[in-house]
């Protein structure tokens, strides 16, 4: 069966995949074919069903529903941390009231962790969107007051000279005692249900193994270029893909529920 995957070229999108990719796992009756987008593009594609499987931020999810369903592996769920409001100079939260904060997109799941904490403040900030990889360099250099965060540009900012604002991944934590999701797998719900479950469980291997095989899928993530050195990149996906990754189990499942609001459709691996 042919069947086609998007991902992001993020590393830990990208560590996940390699045993697929490379040939190490054997894919059973799927012939697959790999596309790579950054993670808004693919947010995008996805309200088109383009792709049978595809890398989605859970805050673009409610607008899938009909179209796709969850994987329970694959997913990017991290316990006390998470994405990263920084600025360039010292500055409390409530001082961003009124400033334009850099984004990476208006679906993404920072975005909406990011317009939750907000309220919380008694404030809906005011975004420009920029790509995720030019928001760190932005602030950085006065263009934007502050920005948000995603993926390996959170390592980054203390070289970079910026301040934490918030970390929202800690302030979640706080706020709900919960880990705080970012992104998953999703399957096209229109899809056979056997096959569906046949791949739920062929990509939990595929994590699985790629956990196992650390360091060779550290070095497949290192080729997709994001300027960062091996051991950089170990320490990200060592953060992002663990147990939660394999199977968010019932408190990675209600952390999702809780960022959007509703309770998804899960295919269990």
Not at 25 to 30: T, Y
Not at 165 to 182: E, T
Not at 189 to 199: G, M, S
Request: with cysteine.
């Amino acid at each position: 069966m042919k069947f086609t995957i998007a991902h992001s070229p993020d590393s830990d999108d990208a560590y996940m995949m390699a045993p697929l990719a490379l040939g190490w796992l054997d894919p059973e009756e799927f012939e697959i074919t790999f596309v790579r987008k950054d993670i808004e593009t693919l947010n995008a594609e996805a309200t088109e069903s383009r792709y049978d499987v595809t890398a989605i931020s859970f805050g673009a999810y409610p607008e899938l529903l009909g179209r796709y369903d969850l994987l329970t592996a694959g997913s990017s769920i991290q316990e006390g941390t998470g994405p990263l409001v920084v600025s360039g100079k010292p500055l409390e939260p409530a001082g961003l009231k009124g400033l334009t904060i850099a984004i990476p997109g208006r679906r993404t799941s920072a975005y909406l962790a990011m317009r939750i904490w907000c309220k919380s403040l008694g404030f809906e900030p005011k975004v420009e969107l920029l790509p995720f990889d030019q928001i760190l360099p932005a602030v950085a250099e006065g263009r934007f007051q502050a920005g948000l965060l995603i993926h390996e540009s959170q390592l980054m900012y203390h070289d970079a000279g910026l301040r934490l604002v918030v970390d929202l991944g800690a302030w979640w934590k706080h706020a709900y005692d919960l880990p705080l999701p970012m992104g998953g797998n999703a399957i096209r719900r229109d899809l056979p249900r056997e096959v569906k479950l046949r791949f739920a469980v062929l990509m939990r291997k595929s994590v699985e193994m790629a956990r196992a095989r650390h360091w060779e899928s550290v070095d497949y993530s290192q080729s997709f270029g994001r300027g960062m050195d091996r051991e950089m990149i170990g320490r990200y996906v060592n953060a992002w893909v663990n147990d939660f990754t394999v199977d968010p189990g019932p408190r990675g499942r209600e952390a999702v529920e809780k960022l959007l609001g509703l309770e998804p459709v899960w295919i269990q691996g």
